[in-house]
């Protein structure tokens, strides 16, 4: 049997983050709650109990968080597989932004998470 390598494709960094989340499959109405694991500038990872469709577009309400920094956006759905050992699912997701504005926000938020983590680390 043959080792799999999976390479990450990713062409961004990603961070490490505990955010609150909601996601709103197209055509529902009812948010799967989720919870972000990490994000980047390019997408992010989510936890929930739900599998999401794969290459679904689905609205995205992240954060709340310390700060109260929320940002609201389209992402596709690019995989979403069971947790091995656990009740929830991985999804992952790759935003979707059709403005400047919405890239900007995205941009204004990764940084965000970067400089806390940053200031988190000073702090240590």
Do not use: W
Not at 9 to 35: H, M, Q, S, T
């Amino acid at each position: 049997m043959a080792d799999t390598v999976s390479v990450d494709k990713r062409r961004y960094a990603r961070f490490e983050i505990l955010e609150c989340a909601l996601v709103y499959p197209d055509g529902n109405r009812e948010p799967v709650r989720a919870v972000v694991v990490d994000i980047g500038l390019g997408g992010i990872q989510l936890r929930s109990r739900e599998l999401l469709p794969v290459d679904q577009t689905c609205h995205l309400m992240i954060g709340g968080g310390e700060e109260g920094t929320t940002i609201s956006l389209k992402g596709e759905v690019r995989y979403s597989h069971p947790v091995e050992g656990s009740e929830l699912v991985a999804s992952g997701f790759r935003f979707l932004p059709s403005t400047h504005e919405e890239r900007l926000a995205v941009a204004e938020y990764v940084h965000s998470v970067f400089a806390r983590q940053a200031h988190e680390l000073e702090q240590s």
